[in-house]
T-cell receptor, first 112, second 111 residues
Framework: SQQGEEDPQALSIQEGENATMNCSYK?????LQWYRQNSGRGLVHLIL?????REKHSGRLRVTLDTSKKSSSLLITASRAADTASYFC????????????FGQGTRLTINP | EPEVTQTPSHQVTQMGQEVILRCVPI?????FYWYRQILGQKVEFLVS????????KSEIFDDQFSVERPDGSNFTLKIRSTKLEDSAMYFC?????????FGPGTRLLVL
């Protein structure tokens, strides 16, 4: 299985603090993507990191990828109440169709 | 900014009925997907579609499911005879190369 698995399953922090979520996977990947999902809503793409990249930034987001450990982390700096959501990592394989395999997600709650 | 759209947003149906979920992918995208998310569970891949044919499908995508691109814009998922366990959020996605963009989903409830 290629499953991406996030930890922690749930994270609750105060507004302004940084939030770090981790993702692990089992097989070789082509890309790893992070998505956000507000409760009962669609998936919003946050950032894509390629297997030959180690770190990527987008606004308050910082993603790292360690292919030797088959893991990635998503850091949200200076969190806001609006960041409250579930965050998923998703991976696709080197060959074949680009289906995404999602992890279980981390439920992030930002307390005002 | 272009986005993937899906209709309907919600659908309630009786077990055994046929449903068709509709999606309009982003116009210049070539790869299309359906995923589903049972309440409280992870997002699961159903099927990918490229060049007017299925390129990959999961074990979930059995003979009760079918996909179609009837014209240049729509991409549909049909469930022929719905079961209770088909109740889920169904997401359509499309991509030009790497990043998959998801629609807002159709929440299907089978009674």
């Amino acid at each position: 299985s290629q499953q991406g698995e996030e930890d922690p399953q749930a994270l609750s922090i105060q507004e302004g603090e940084n939030a770090t979520m981790n993702c692990s996977y089992k097989t070789s990947i082509n890309n790893l993507q992070w998505y956000r999902q507000n409760s009962g809503r669609g998936l919003v793409h946050l950032i894509l990191i390629r297997s030959n990249e180690r770190e990527k930034h987008s606004g308050r987001l910082r993603v790292t990828l360690d292919t030797s450990k088959k893991s990635s982390s998503l850091l949200i700096t200076a969190s806001r109440a609006a960041d409250t959501a579930s965050y998923f990592c998703a991976t696709d394989r080197i060959q074949g169709a680009q289906k995404l395999v999602f992890g279980q997600g981390t439920r992030l709650t930002i307390n005002p | 900014e272009p986005e993937v759209t899906q209709t309907p947003s919600h659908q309630v149906t009786q077990m055994g009925q046929e449903v068709i979920l509709r999606c309009v992918p982003i116009s210049n995208h070539l790869y299309f997907y359906w995923y589903r998310q049972i309440l409280g569970q992870k997002v699961e891949f159903l099927v990918s579609f490229y060049n007017n044919e299925i390129s990959e499908k999961s074990e979930i995508f059995d003979d009760q499911f079918s996909v179609e691109r009837p014209d240049g814009s729509n991409f549909t998922l049909k469930i022929r005879s719905t079961k209770l366990e088909d109740s889920a959020m169904y997401f359509c996605a499309s991509t030009a190369q790497e990043t998959q963009y998801f629609g807002p989903g159709t929440r299907l409830l089978v009674l």
